[in-house]
């Protein structure tokens, strides 16, 4: 029998029907296994996320937090590449470390040293320095890269670092036979250099060292082996930044190796440096700093002059501001 108009309408729906229906159960399906590729990638993405961050937590571990910080920036890049820059350079080591090396098991050597270390490095982290490198007990630092402030204040935050290392070896007497059994306590020499270096990534291809370079290094270096136990000593460079913040003692002329001339230095006067001794005053428009152990009669009378001048001219701007209201 001949189906009817209705029936053949009936299953022309019941066929569509089936038909939507089966392209629903696809789509859900692609749609789980899109959902399910999606999240598989986003797990992925936040294991490779937490090996990136893990990573960059052991590295930082082996490079100055400065430099670290540069390089996951993007601000440096991981290439042979160097440029000039006015630097103080800093170096330490400990007086007498290879007898004291003697008296030590490998294990007391180790653990003094690490410890040590870590409280040096806290300080000239607290200063804003950039960890160059430990050679074995010595310690290089410098101030001026990749962060600068400028010459003077790069050279007085490392001054600032270098007494407060003095103070905390003081402050560590007793220590050092107490939880090491050293018959004498450590002591630390210091020599502070400015100048400018090359400064940035030396090395091959593969491996790289962020340093600085340069006859401003060298100087620096020569004048720690020259300090002596417990002192700071200067070169002539960084004094003259600084011979109006901070007391030495009289200069003296030392022939120093790789340098053809006699080399001026200067020993720090750390027993006059306190920082109740330094007002700092700093407002709109100016910025005052007076180390009075330095400042004289007649330095406060030129002050004082130079300050009614300024208060003179306030005053008749002020005048001729009202004059025209």
């Known amino acids: 029998m001949e189906e009817t108009t209705e029936v053949k309408e009936l299953k022309r729906e019941?066929?569509?029907?089936?038909?939507?229906?089966?392209?629903?159960?696809?789509?859900?399906?692609?749609?789980?296994?899109?959902?399910?590729?999606?999240?598989?990638?986003?797990?992925?993405?936040e294991a490779k996320s937490k090996e990136v961050e893990a990573i960059s937590n052991k590295l930082a571990k082996y490079l100055s937090p400065q430099i670290h910080q540069q390089i996951f920036s993007g601000k440096q890049d991981a290439e042979v590449k160097s440029y000039r820059k006015k630097l103080t350079v800093f170096f330490s080591d400990i007086v007498g470390f290879t007898d004291i090396s003697d008296e030590l098991e490998s294990e007391e050597m180790t653990n003094l040293l690490n410890f040590y270390l870590n409280e040096m490095s806290k300080i000239a982290l607290k200063f804003g320095g950039t960890i160059d490198k430990y050679i074995g007990d010595g310690l290089m630092v410098f101030f001026g890269d990749p962060e600068s402030e400028g010459p003077e204040k790069d050279a007085e935050r490392c001054i600032d670092m270098a007494l407060d290392m003095q103070r905390l070896m003081?402050?560590?007497?007793?220590?050092?036979?107490?939880?090491?059994?050293?018959?004498?306590?450590?002591?630390?020499?210091?020599?502070?250099?400015t100048g400018f270096c090359t400064v940035g990534n030396f090395g091959s291809l593969d491996r790289l060292d962020y340093?600085?370079?340069?006859?401003?290094?060298?100087?620096?270096?020569?004048?720690?082996?020259?300090?002596?136990?417990?002192?700071?000593?200067?070169?002539?460079?960084?004094?003259s930044l600084m011979e109006t913040f901070f007391m030495f003692k009289e200069p003296k002329e030392v022939k120093v190796k790789g340098f053809i001339r006699q080399m001026k230095c200067f020993e720090l006067n750390q027993a006059d440096h306190s920082?109740?001794?330094?007002?700092?005053?700093?407002?709109?428009?100016?910025?005052?700093?007076?180390?009075?152990?330095?400042?004289?009669?007649n330095a406060i009378e030129e002050l004082q002059v130079e300050l009614n001048k300024v208060k003179k001219a306030f005053n008749s701007k002020q005048k001729d501001e009202g004059s025209t209201l």
Do not use: C
């Open 275 to 297: 920082k109740d001794d330094i007002l700092q005053m700093t407002g709109k428009g100016f910025e005052v700093k007076i180390n009075r152990n330095l400042t004289d009669k």
């Open 14 to 45: 019941i066929a569509k029907l089936r038909l939507e229906g089966n392209l629903r159960k696809s789509l859900s399906n692609q749609l789980s296994i899109q959902k399910k590729i999606a999240d598989d990638a986003k797990a992925e993405a």
């Open 170 to 193: 003081r402050e560590l007497a007793g220590y050092w036979g107490k939880h090491y059994s050293l018959k004498k306590d450590l002591q630390i020499r210091i020599g502070i250099n």
């Open 211 to 239: 340093t600085a370079i340069g006859s401003t290094v060298n100087l620096a270096a020569r004048l720690e082996a020259l300090a002596g136990p417990g002192s700071i000593l200067v070169s002539e460079d960084t004094h």
